[in-house]
């Protein structure tokens, strides 16, 4: 330390010790461990739904940010089966004429997910 120096040796013992802290913290979080709750919002019941679920052919409503390896977890996590293979469909939000009354209505987007299992398993949507 220079003889004309600000620094006090407090200061210096702060420092060192605040990163001394630091390098212990270490990040123990797991690749695996996302708040998977937020991804499957809720399944779609529709004809269509329906009669594709026959076919182990499953609709969901799923979280506009949720990517084709976030549903499959969260299938995997909630249901306990393993899809085959998931389709994500966007349906985007658009706003059309009423023929009735000639007002504007909007129809709300959202993100779809086919989620395609394999034969005998199932998921019991109600």
Do not use: C, W
């Amino acid at each position: 330390m220079a003889l004309f120096s600000r620094k006090t040796e407090s200061n210096v013992e702060k420092k060192e010790s605040a990163t001394a802290v630091k390098k212990t913290v270490v990040n123990n979080t797991l690749p695996t461990d996302r708040n998977l709750s937020i991804v499957l919002q809720a399944p779609r019941i529709t004809e269509k739904s329906v009669a594709k679920g026959e076919n182990n052919v499953y609709t969901m409503i799923v979280h506009p940010s949720a990517t084709k390896f976030q549903v499959r977890d969260a299938v995997k996590a909630y249901f306990n089966v393993t899809p085959v293979k998931i389709n994500i469909v966007n349906k985007k939000a658009k706003t059309t004429m009423s023929r009735a009354k000639g007002r504007t209505v909007s129809v709300k987007g959202m993100k779809k997910a086919y989620i395609y299992l394999k034969q005998g398993d199932s998921i019991s949507i109600v």
